[in-house]
Each structure stands twice: as structure tokens, then as C-alpha cells.
């Protein structure tokens, strides 16, 4: 395709990986990132107006359930990559323990070709860790890495055998594979609905105790250490856990982490009602949980923030607490919610905060994207830091609508979403600013 | 005046003032001052997803005693994990005119849920590991009718806290009305973190909580759970922490045993204790009666319990009159 020229003008340029902050444009050719900054006066090109703007990397999200294949009642790549591109998402890392699961080339295979034909932002698949995620036997690794997958995961669980995680972590290291560990102690963990403590007695639920994390990530650690391979530690929860990815990244392990928008924002006093909607694992947990998991992300600890979207049909939460299964949605509110907790709350610096969404998740797993400079893929969200809006699941793209989130009001919004230089959503305001090419040209 | 809003779904959320009236009003179902047909024309489901043999009959009893119809909704026990279907019920209940639905069910936060959908008031029966109002309020009462007072008392509640239901809406109350009360059994049968409640404490040790206690109430040992999970067998269960006359002892003279039933007689309790002098247990299931007839009345004698549908059929009818 003759390259098309698409000239974004006039916003507030943020790429956290080089360290931009300042107003400018930005060029893009074809899929690609022409050029960003001041004085681009580019012939012919299809201008975007971007006073008042926020013009920012694609978000990138390295955990991520599509339930594709085999649960479309919940999500597909379709409806899930539609609300991907709704919150700023441009890539995304999909989750094995579909139904096949991803411990086959062929399933991955099917997962890139149904991305490819019906999805409308990037989709990595990772592949499982184990033959049917049970925690036995090696998935066939060479084969699912030969089909692109970009790391390894029995996500939902983890590899409960540390034997076969180890030799999982040898044999990875030879394809350049991560392992993301979901870190649960199913003997700690059984039959607990809620993080253990206060409310969970109060309110009869049984309890998750931080130590069903905390000794996984421990086991993780030292395996991780031994092996030399990288294990990216998925949804931390608990304070005792950040401890231990401190002290192990203080020895030079090879080890990230990601923490979830809800981790961030709640505790396990919103269970109060008992509204299944705030039922996910690893639980809400305390306040000093919190407060913990906010200083990893402020001193490096913890690399970057993950939704860990879990749809599940509305059905399927109106049951009591005790009885929903785990999980809530968070592609549509990712953004809203960590600008509204980080930004706006916290004061901390857009460039940073936005780093966590974008840089620094495509660095752990090597994924092209999640910058603007020259020659990038051209994944671009245009956020409007100052909007204010109402989280109404029902204007969700996604099938499910089991966000903890509903009815808070968030501040800041992706605007404009732009995949490969293809625009795939905007808000309806958008529309009033573009212009075609040539009228705008200087 | 009415007491409880549409639901009684726990004892935590009520205010003293709630508690006390509520109790006023048991005392006088106890003396048969409520209207014998007080709830003519309505009709209470009892629908249980766990066996029960008091609580459902007292439930059942109480609402005969006021004039009500009771529909007693059979739930196969096979269809207790299908929690998808317990709302289903609920509305189909509703459909069907039913003015307050009883339900017990294994899940904590069942009854609010069903709570949260229907009109018809819902009234907590025993859900999981939660609460069990009305259980707690037949123990209040008995304690008030016994004792004169609950204040200031000392109350032990004796063995597998963690799991107990009763325990849970038995110690708010308790600690809303200015009781003392001693959480006591093996440390893997108690919250794993003290209670926020005023007054209420937490201990392994048994002969310390007996000390200068006013009432003890050993709760039911859930066999399943002492199958060396929790603790390493029943009879090491009942060695440590059995209610037997001699430790009864450690506890005041005039201290009176009570019991929600049913009891494991030679394990959470000796058979001497359980029907020995000091015991309240069977006046515990008569007021267990006076408590529901108070509850249902509260929430069903005061009309219109259907704004919406009752009177949308008079209306109709008056209209081809």
C-alpha cells in the first residue's frame, strides 16, 4: 500500500521511552512512525487535530483473557480486541487456559489467524507451560515458540510441581521465553473465596491468606534464580510478596512483575455487599497491601500494570459470592482508573505513569510497540486527560460486564485509538476533528 | 412501630435499638400478645438448600401461628452447587405472590443476593459460614428470659468458631446489647484475626474462658471438619475443649449451658451437661418459635408488602365492577 500520511498535530506529545513529554506532532506513514516533534510540515497528509491531547503510545497490556477459543459466551478476539481498542489498547498478551488451551501450535496458530481475520488490535498469544495446563508435562515449547508465542503461562493457576517448573525455566531459557507465574498455593488457597483477615471472618466468606502468594513467588524466586531464566510474576497482590521481588531484583534476578488496576485501587472492604464482582484471584486485599504494591510501582519493584481482563458472562456473576467464579474485566477502564488512582489522586508524573502502560510491558516481553519514536509500529492513543465519565458496563464492547469499577466516575479517557496507522475507535467528538488531506497544511 | 426495612439478613447490621425491639416483640409472641391471624392472606416460603430440622419446623410453626400460609419449597440436595438457579427460585417465588422467603442456603451472602432481585422480604435462615439471625436472636432472648439482663454478662462460645454461623450473628449481638464474650477453641477453629466487635475476645484456652462465666454455649463439631484437616480427631477434641460437668465448674454457680443444636452428645458436650440442671437448651427451641412469629409479623403484618402487583388486580377488578 502506497503510504497513506496521517499528521497528529498539536498535542501533547508523551513517549515515556524517550523521555518526551512536550507539545508537538506526530507523523505517521503508512504503519509506521515518520516523525514526532515540532515544525513537521508534511504534503498531503490527513490531519488530526490533537489540541488538548494527550498523544501517547498504544497501550500495551500483557495480561489478558480472550476466552477465544471455546467460551464465546464471555468474550472472543472480536469482542475483546473491540474493548481493547476502546481503552487504548494496542497489543495485547492472550492467556493459554482457553478451551483447547494454548499447549498446541495448532491452537496458537488458530488464535493468530482468528486475530488476524477478526481482530482489530495485536494479539500475542502465550503458550501453555504445561500439556493442558495440569501441571505434569512439558507442553511441546519448541513447537508453540516455532508459532510465535511470546511467553509461557498455565495462567489460572501455577505450575504446582516446582520439579517440572524448574525444568520448564531450563528449557524455556533456550527459546528466550518468560514464564509469567500466576502465584497460588492451591493447598493455602482451597475453597477461599476472599483475602483472609477481618472482613472475611466478619462476613463468613473463607479466606485466601497472603501466604498462598507469598510462598509461590518465594519458590519462583529461587527456582529463578538457579535456572537463570526470566519469570515475570503476574498480579501481585500482597505486601509480602513485593518484599521478595525487591530483595530478589537486589540480587540480580532475573524477575518482573506486573500489579492490576484493582489491586491499586480496592480492598477487601468492598466485599462488604457481597457482590461477586469484586471476586478475583489473587483477592482484594488490605490497605497496607495497597499501599505497598504502590510503592513497588514508584520504585521499581513491580515493572508495570497488567489488567488481567477475565470476562465472565453476566449469568454467570449473579450468583452469590460464594459460588461466581473468579475474574473481572478491565480493558475499558484500565486507563480511566490508573490516570484517576496515579495521575490525578497521586500527582504523579504522566510519563511515568504512562511507562507502566506502555515501554516497559512490551520490553519484558520483547513486543514491537509501546513507543513513538522513528520507525515504530504506528500504535497511537490519543487520551483526553481531562474527561470525565461514568463507567457504564453497558456501553462496554466487551461481552462480559464484570467490572468492580461500575458507576465510579473516572477522569481521563482514551479518545482515539490507532493500530498500525489505522484508526480502529474513536469517541464521537473525534469525528469534528479531522481534516482532509491538504486543507490543513500549512 | 416497624422494626427491620424488607429483609432480617444478619444480626451485624442492626442497631441496638433494633435488637432491643426486636427482642420486646419475641417477648411478647412468648406471652401470646401478637394476633393469632395477624398475617391472614399472607404466605412465606421456607426454602432450604441444607437440611434442617428445627429451624425450618419453628419457621413453619410460627407462621401457622399467626394465620399465614407456609409453602415449604423442596430443594434437592443435588441442586446445591447450581447456585445459577437460587435466584430462578427466588423470582419464581415472587411470581407466585409469595410474601417473604426463608431460605437457608451453604453459601455466605446467599440471601442478599436473592435480597437484592425480589420484592418479597427475605429472611436469613443460615447462609455458609455467615449468619444466622434468627438462631442468634432465640439465644438472646433465651438469655434475657433466663438471666433478666444481658449486659454485662459473660458469654463463652465454645469450639469451631471459624465455621460457625451461629457464633458469628450470636457474638454481634452479644456485643451490641454489652455482653462480654469469649471466643474459645483450637487455634485452626478461630478467625485468624481478632474481631472488631466491642467486647469480644478470643482464646485457646479453655479453663481461662469458663473462669467467672455466666453462660456457656458449646456449638455443634461439624464431623467432616475433624477429620484430622483441622483437628487431629474428635476424641482429641473433645479431651481439649468437651463441655464435662467438672469443667462446667470453672464457671459461675448459676451459669446456664445452651446449645443451637443438634448437639454431638460425648464430643462438643457430655450427655450430663446437655441434660443436666444448668441446661437451657430445650427452652431454646420453644422461644426459638416466639423469635420467627416476631420476625415474620415485623416484616409482613404491615401492609402493602406488593405495592406494585397486589393492588394492580384489585384495581382491575374494580374496574369491570
Known amino acids: ?442 | 412501630m416497624k422494626i427491620l426495612p424488607k429483609d432480617l439478613l444478619g444480626i451485624r447490621t442492626l442497631t441496638p435499638g433494633q435488637l432491643h425491639a426486636l427482642l420486646a416483640l419475641s417477648q411478647a409472641a412468648l406471652r401470646g400478645e401478637l394476633p393469632p391471624d395477624g398475617l391472614r392472606g399472607r404466605t412465606v416460603a421456607t426454602v432450604f438448600y441444607e437440611p434442617s430440622t428445627r429451624t425450618r419446623t419453628s419457621f413453619e410453626l410460627a407462621t401457622r401461628r399467626l394465620g399465614a400460609c407456609v409453602l415449604s419449597f423442596d430443594v434437592p440436595t443435588s441442586s446445591v452447587q447450581k447456585g445459577e438457579s437460587l435466584l430462578d427460585t427466588a423470582r419464581t417465588l415472587e411470581a407466585l405472590g409469595v410474601d417473604a422467603i426463608v431460605l437457608r442456603h451453604s453459601a455466605s451472602g446467599a440471601p442478599h443476593t436473592i435480597a437484592r432481585h425480589v420484592r418479597s422480604s427475605v429472611v436469613n435462615a443460615g447462609d455458609g459460614m455467615h449468619e444466622h439471625p434468627t438462631q442468634a436472636l432465640t439465644d438472646l432472648l433465651t438469655i434475657l428470659e433466663v438471666k433478666g439482663r444481658i449486659g454485662g454478662l459473660r458469654v463463652v462460645i465454645l469450639g469451631d468458631i471459624l465455621h460457625s454461623r451461629v457464633a458469628r450473628s450470636v457474638s454481634y449481638g452479644l456485643s451490641l446489647l454489652g455482653a462480654q464474650v469469649v471466643l474459645c477453641g483450637p487455634a485452626t477453629l478461630l478467625p485468624r484475626v481478632p474481631s472488631e466487635s466491642p467486647g469480644v475476645t478470643m482464646t485457646t484456652r479453655l479453663e481461662e474462658a469458663l473462669e467467672g462465666a455466666d453462660v456457656v454455649m458449646p456449638l455443634r463439631m461439624q464431623v467432616e471438619r475433624a477429620a484430622g484437616s483441622f483437628v487431629p480427631s474428635l476424641g482429641e477434641f473433645a479431651r481439649l475443649y468437651g463441655l464435662t460437668p467438672q469443667r462446667l465448674r470453672g464457671a459461675k454457680p448459676d451459669a446456664i449451658v445452651m446449645h443451637p443444636g443438634p448437639m454431638n452428645l460425648g464430643v462438643e458436650i457430655t450427655p450430663e451437661v446437655a441434660y443436666g440442671g444448668q441446661s437451657v437448651v430445650l427452652r431454646q427451641v420453644e422461644y426459638g418459635v416466639a423469635v420467627r412469629m416476631a420476625v415474620l409479623y415485623d416484616l409482613l403484618a404491615y401492609p402493602p408488602v406488593h405495592p406494585e402487583t397486589r393492588p394492580t388486580v384489585r384495581r382491575e377488578a374494580a374496574g369491570v365492577l
Open chain 1, 1 to 442: 500500500m502506497p503510504s497513506e500520511r496521517l499528521w497528529i498535530r498539536n498535542g501533547r506529545v508523551v513517549d515515556p521511552a524517550s523521555g518526551l513529554d512536550e507539545p508537538g506532532d506526530v507523523l505517521i506513514e503508512g504503519d509506521r512512525i515518520a516523525a514526532v516533534g515540532r515544525g513537521i510540515r508534511p504534503e498531503g497528509a490527513i490531519v488530526l487535530e490533537a489540541d488538548g491531547l494527550v498523544v501517547a503510545p498504544g497501550l500495551v497490556d500483557i495480561h489478558v483473557h480472550l476466552r477465544d477459543p471455546g467460551e464465546a459466551h464471555k468474550e472472543d478476539i472480536a469482542s475483546g480486541t473491540r474493548a481493547a481498542a476502546q481503552g487504548g489498547v494496542t497489543s495485547l498478551v492472550c492467556m493459554a487456559n482457553t478451551t483447547p488451551p494454548a499447549d498446541d501450535p495448532v491452537v496458537v496458530d488458530a488464535i493468530r489467524w482468528r486475530a488476524k481475520a477478526t481482530g482489530v488490535v495485536r494479539v500475542y498469544p502465550a503458550g501453555a507451560v504445561t500439556k493442558g495446563l495440569a501441571g505434569k508435562e512439558l507442553s511441546p515449547i519448541a513447537g508453540l515458540a516455532a508459532a510465535g508465542v511470546v511467553a509461557l503461562s498455565d495462567d489460572g493457576r501455577s505450575v504446582a510441581d516446582a520439579g517440572v517448573l524448574r525444568r520448564a525455566m531450563l528449557y524455556s531459557r533456550m527459546f528466550d521465553l518468560p514464564i509469567l507465574e500466576h502465584c497460588e498455593d492451591p493447598s493455602l488457597s482451597a475453597g477461599g473465596v476472599m483475602h483472609e483477615g477481618e472482613v472475611s471472618a466478619r462476613l463468613g466468606l473463607r479466606g485466601i491468606p497472603r501466604s498462598a502468594e507469598e510462598v509461590v513467588v518465594a519458590r519462583d524466586l529461587i527456582l529463578a534464580e538457579e535456572t537463570e531464566a526470566h519469570v515475570h510474576i503476574q498480579h501481585v497482590s500482597s505486601l509480602g510478596s513485593v518484599r521478595l521481588i525487591r530483595a530478589a531484583k537486589a540480587r540480580g534476578v532475573r524477575v518482573t512483575a506486573e500489579v492490576t488496576p484493582h489491586h491499586l485501587t480496592l480492598t477487601d472492604e468492598s466485599i462488604e455487599g457481597f457482590d461477586p464482582n469484586f471476586k478475583m484471584a489473587p483477592p482484594l486485599r488490605t490497605a497496607e497491601d495497597v499501599e505497598a504494591l504502590l510503592e513497588g510501582l514508584r520504585d521499581g519493584t513491580i515493572d508495570c500494570i497488567a489488567t488481567d481482563h477475565a470476562p465472565h458472562a453476566p449469568a454467570e456473576k449473579l450468583v452469590p459470592f460464594d459460588l461466581a467464579p473468579f475474574g473481572v474485566i478491565g480493558l475499558e477502564t484500565l486507563l480511566g482508573v490508573v490516570l484517576t488512582r496515579l495521575v490525578w489522586q497521586l500527582g504523579w508524573p504522566l510519563g511515568k505513569v504512562l511507562s507502566w502502560l506502555t515501554d516497559r510491558p512490551a520490553r519484558i516481553l520483547g513486543l514491537p510497540g509501546g513507543t513513538l519514536r522513528v520507525g515504530a509500529p504506528a500504535d497511537v492513543v490519543l487520551i483526553d486527560l481531562d474527561r470525565q465519565w461514568r463507567v457504564d458496563p453497558d456501553r462496554f464492547a466487551s461481552k462480559s460486564k464484570n467490572t468492580p469499577f461500575a458507576g465510579w466516575t473516572l477522569r481521563g479517557k482514551a479518545v482515539a485509538t490507532i493500530v498500525d496507522g489505522r484508526v480502529v475507535w474513536m469517541e464521537e467528538d473525534v469525528h469534528d476533528r479531522w481534516l482532509p488531506a491538504g486543507v490543513g497544511a500549512a
